[in-house]
């Protein structure tokens, strides 16, 4: 099949599989007449690339899945390579998860004094006006958040 095929059956654009080429992630193969050509493997490398960055991973972090299933292996998660690279994502989902958990305790109790003090408002319990009690992290931890 010919690029523009490959691209719609895949669900993407040929200049997409142009740049996985240039990765050396989809083989480059002409066919006499000078088009590029692709056959049914290749889709199903498309679709294994494409389903991994649908879970968040990057088109490097898909290049052991694709290489196995390059090698002959039925899936493409099969190998040494990919499981490594499973594990690495597990861990970053893992931190992501923590870091999030803890911003969400830091907004749920802000939210909990706001509320509090909208109550003490209203009941005129405050004569001094509200303010904002966000505690701001120190410094490296700012740009620890930041770098993510």
């Given amino acids: 099949m010919r690029i523009g095929e490959l691209a719609k059956?895949?669900?993407?654009?040929?200049?997409?599989?142009?740049?996985?080429?240039?990765?050396?992630?989809?083989?480059?193969?002409?066919?006499?007449?000078?088009?590029?050509?692709?056959?049914?493997?290749?889709?199903?490398?498309?679709?294994q690339i494409r389903t991994l960055q649908d879970f968040g991973f990057g088109l490097e972090e898909?290049?052991?899945?694709?290489?196995?299933?390059?090698?002959?292996?039925?899936?493409?998660?099969?190998?040494?390579?990919?499981?490594?690279?499973?594990?690495?994502?597990?861990?970053?989902?893992?931190e992501c998860i923590a870091r999030l958990q803890e911003v969400r305790t830091r907004v749920s109790a802000q939210y909990a004094r706001a509320e509090r003090e909208r109550d003490a408002l209203a009941a005129g319990a405050s004569a001094e006006p509200p303010q904002c009690e966000w505690a701001v992290p120190a410094a490296p931890d700012r740009d620890e958040w930041e770098k993510r």
């Fill in 9 to 47: 059956r895949a669900g993407t654009t040929t200049r997409a599989l142009r740049y996985y080429e240039q990765l050396g992630l989809l083989p480059a193969r002409r066919a006499g007449n000078g088009y590029r050509a692709y056959g049914e493997e290749d889709l199903r490398l498309l679709r």
């Fill in 62 to 94: 898909t290049r052991p899945f694709v290489e196995c299933l390059q090698a002959g292996h039925p899936h493409g998660d099969s190998c040494p390579a990919s499981l490594e690279v499973y594990r690495k994502k597990l861990s970053e989902l893992d």
